[in-house]
């Protein structure tokens, strides 16, 4: 989604992990594996690594190179790290929030960071409170450290197993104590955790490109419900959870992975130019050209365009160098927030009739901006085509959207949703059309978002307020 309006208007990324045992550059590895990784959270960062002493932390808010200077990685020395990139999708946005954790307790020093949400966090927070836990934190990752603190078994593998029976929810841990890489999934799988090889010794990360980066082979996925645990001697896999069962969550081949990415054995790319192949056989429109929005736009356009046969053209071209702007010019400029990141190229599209495709629409409000941007650079006619079914439904799993009522699809009927935008004609991939593009059935993804079908049950959540929107503080209780 081109999250580039001021209004906030879009789905958002989650949060990225990584991390690597015995390795004598160990945070550099970790600091690269954050970098390929930057698009799943920019908010903040954060690396701990063990020298064999103590374990070392440096997290900070902002983007990885901002944040980790050449000192910093020198000083987070040893050869055992995890690393985390962060966007808040429970606890507020802060220093206090940034990830990875690290403790010391009654078995030593432990850190860990998560990709997901826990969707029972609250109940588990409260009661852990009401027994005498302190937390430092807001985050929901706080809660499994928690538990596992209060495990009485006999091992950390044991103590995990113990504690991560008590999470419901969409989630990916790593854990690093000072002889161990861990990495767990829910046992549904919702969030991606890959495993991979690099000089014989093994890393952990949320999606593939960071292996490219580093230069490490992809070996597998984590398991639905497994956790690994790699010692120096080696991995071994444990069943963590009865009843695993895939549903891994489809909107991260629609949009929240890097498409050079590939995940449960699909190429991100490839699924999201094979929808734009369905959505041009389902929904065909005479055009002079097809404009995706950048940047998820991209591979499902040129999708449509090939089996169209309507050019492409880059009639929408992306600022990639924006910051956060505190400068607003004086008289408003209409859709400025839009207009920072996107600028419609009007030679190419004055008197044209165009196919905008873009990846998703969620309240609307991006999608009628940047219609009403290619309508004022001339264009004749505007036929939005999106590369997802309707988004009617909030995530409870590890995504910051919108309450259902926000979302536009849940108010309105496709074609009041067409006028609304402002567009000439409007169609959604179909949800079998999403499946066929991607090779893969619907019975092994979460899809919830857009069929309200939820594989862990939310019922006793706020549907208004999803958890990713909630924040542990005690005046909101
Ligand atoms: S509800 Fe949507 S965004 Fe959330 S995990 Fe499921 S498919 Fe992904």
Same mark, same amino acid.
């Given at each position: 989604?081109?999250?580039?309006?001021?209004?906030?208007?879009?789905?958002?990324?989650?949060?990225? $992990?990584?991390?690597?045992?015995?390795?004598?550059?160990?945070?550099? @590895?970790?600091?690269?594996?954050?970098?390929?990784?930057?698009?799943?959270?920019?908010?903040?960062?954060?690396?701990?690594?063990?020298?064999?002493?103590?374990?070392?932390?440096?997290?900070?808010?902002? #983007?990885?190179?901002?944040?980790?200077?050449?000192?910093?990685?020198?000083?987070?020395?040893?050869?055992?790290?995890?690393?985390?990139?962060?966007?808040?999708?429970?606890?507020?946005?802060?220093?206090?929030?940034?990830?990875?954790?690290?403790?010391?307790?009654?078995?030593?020093?432990?850190? #860990?960071?998560?990709?997901?949400?826990?969707?029972?966090?609250?109940?588990?927070?409260?009661?852990?409170?009401?027994?005498?836990?302190?937390?430092?934190?807001?985050?929901?990752?706080? $809660?499994?450290?928690?538990?596992?603190?209060?495990?009485?078994?006999?091992?950390?593998?044991?103590?995990?197993?113990?504690? %991560?029976?008590?999470?419901?929810?969409?989630?990916?841990?790593?854990?690093?104590?000072?002889?161990?890489?861990?990495?767990?999934?829910?046992?549904?799988?919702?969030?991606?955790?890959?495993?991979?090889?690099?000089?014989?010794?093994?890393?952990?990360?949320? +999606?593939?490109?960071?292996?490219?980066?580093?230069?490490?082979?992809?070996?597998?996925?984590?398991?639905?419900?497994?956790?690994?645990?790699?010692?120096?001697?080696?991995? +071994?896999?444990?069943?963590? @959870?009865?009843?695993?069962?895939?549903?891994?969550?489809?909107?991260?081949?629609?949009?929240?992975?890097?498409?050079?990415?590939?995940?449960?054995?699909?190429?991100?790319?490839?699924?999201?130019?094979?929808?734009?192949?369905?959505?041009?056989?389902?929904?065909?429109?005479?055009?002079? #050209?097809?404009?995706?929005?950048?940047?998820?736009?991209?591979?499902?356009?040129?999708?449509?365009?090939?089996?169209?046969?309507?050019? @492409?053209?880059?009639?929408?071209?992306?600022?990639?160098?924006?910051?956060?702007?505190?400068?607003?010019?004086?008289?408003?400029?209409?859709?400025?927030?839009?207009?920072?990141?996107?600028?419609?190229?009007?030679? #190419?599209?004055?008197?044209?009739? $165009?196919?905008?495709?873009?990846?998703?629409?969620?309240?609307?409000?991006?999608?009628?901006?940047? %219609?009403?941007?290619?309508?004022?650079?001339?264009?004749?006619?505007?036929?939005?085509?999106?590369?997802?079914?309707?988004?009617?439904?909030?995530?409870?799993?590890?995504?910051?959207?919108?309450?259902?009522? +926000?979302?536009?699809?849940?108010?309105?009927?496709?074609?009041?949703?067409?006028?609304?935008?402002?567009?000439?004609?409007?169609?959604?991939?179909?949800?079998?059309?999403?499946?066929?593009?991607?090779?893969?059935?619907?019975?092994?993804?979460?899809?919830?978002?857009?069929?309200?079908?939820?594989?862990?049950?939310?019922?006793?959540?706020?549907?208004?307020?999803?958890?990713?929107?909630?924040?542990?503080?005690?005046?909101?209780?």
């Amino acid at each position: 989604m081109t999250n580039c309006d001021t209004a906030n208007d879009g789905f958002h990324d989650e949060c990225g $992990v990584f991390g690597v045992l015995d390795h004598p550059e160990a945070s550099n @590895l970790t600091y690269l594996g954050l970098y390929a990784q930057q698009h799943r959270g920019q908010e903040s960062a954060g690396i701990v690594s063990y020298d064999g002493d103590q374990f070392i932390n440096r997290r900070g808010m902002g #983007m990885v190179a901002d944040i980790f200077q050449k000192k910093d990685i020198k000083r987070l020395s040893g050869r055992l790290a995890i690393g985390h990139v962060r966007y808040s999708t429970s606890g507020e946005s802060g220093l206090r929030n940034c990830q990875p954790f690290s403790y010391e307790y009654a078995h030593g020093g432990i850190a #860990m960071c998560h990709n997901g949400n826990i969707v029972n966090a609250r109940v588990l927070r409260r009661e852990l409170e009401e027994n005498g836990s302190i937390f430092q934190s807001t985050s929901d990752t706080e $809660v499994l450290i928690h538990l596992v603190a209060k495990s009485s078994s006999d091992t950390t593998e044991g103590r995990l197993k113990e504690a %991560v029976s008590r999470l419901e929810g969409g989630f990916s841990f790593l854990v690093l104590t000072e002889d161990k890489l861990i990495g767990l999934r829910d046992r549904n799988g919702i969030r991606p955790l890959v495993l991979g090889q690099l000089d014989g010794v093994w890393v952990l990360a949320s +999606e593939t490109c960071a292996f490219d980066l580093i230069g490490a082979n992809y070996v597998r996925d984590v398991e639905p419900g497994e956790m690994v645990v790699i010692r120096k001697t080696g991995l +071994e896999s444990h069943k963590l @959870l009865d009843n695993p069962s895939l549903r891994f969550c489809v909107f991260e081949y629609v949009y929240f992975s890097r498409p050079d990415s590939t995940l449960e054995g699909v190429n991100v790319y490839q699924a999201r130019y094979g929808i734009g192949e369905q959505l041009a056989d389902e929904s065909p429109i005479d055009a002079d #050209m097809v404009i995706p929005v950048p940047d998820s736009g991209v591979p499902p356009a040129m999708g449509f365009a090939a089996r169209s046969g309507i050019p @492409l053209q880059m009639g929408l071209i992306r600022n990639h160098y924006v910051g956060r702007t505190f400068i607003e010019p004086r008289q408003s400029i209409r859709n400025f927030g839009v207009k920072l990141k996107l600028n419609a190229n009007a030679a #190419m599209i004055r008197g044209k009739r $165009v196919i905008l495709v873009d990846d998703s629409i969620v309240r609307g409000t991006t999608s009628r901006k940047i %219609v009403e941007m290619v309508r004022a650079a001339g264009a004749s006619e505007i036929h939005l085509r999106i590369s997802s079914p309707p988004t009617r439904h909030s995530c409870f799993y590890g995504i910051d959207t919108p309450s259902d009522n +926000e979302l536009i699809a849940n108010r309105m009927t496709q074609d009041e949703m067409c006028s609304a935008i402002g567009a000439d004609s409007l169609a959604f991939v179909s949800r079998d059309g999403l499946y066929r593009a991607i090779k893969r059935p619907c019975s092994v993804h979460c899809d919830a978002c857009f069929s309200g079908e939820y594989p862990v049950p939310i019922e006793g959540l706020e549907r208004k307020n999803p958890p990713s929107l909630l924040r542990f503080n005690s005046k909101k209780r």
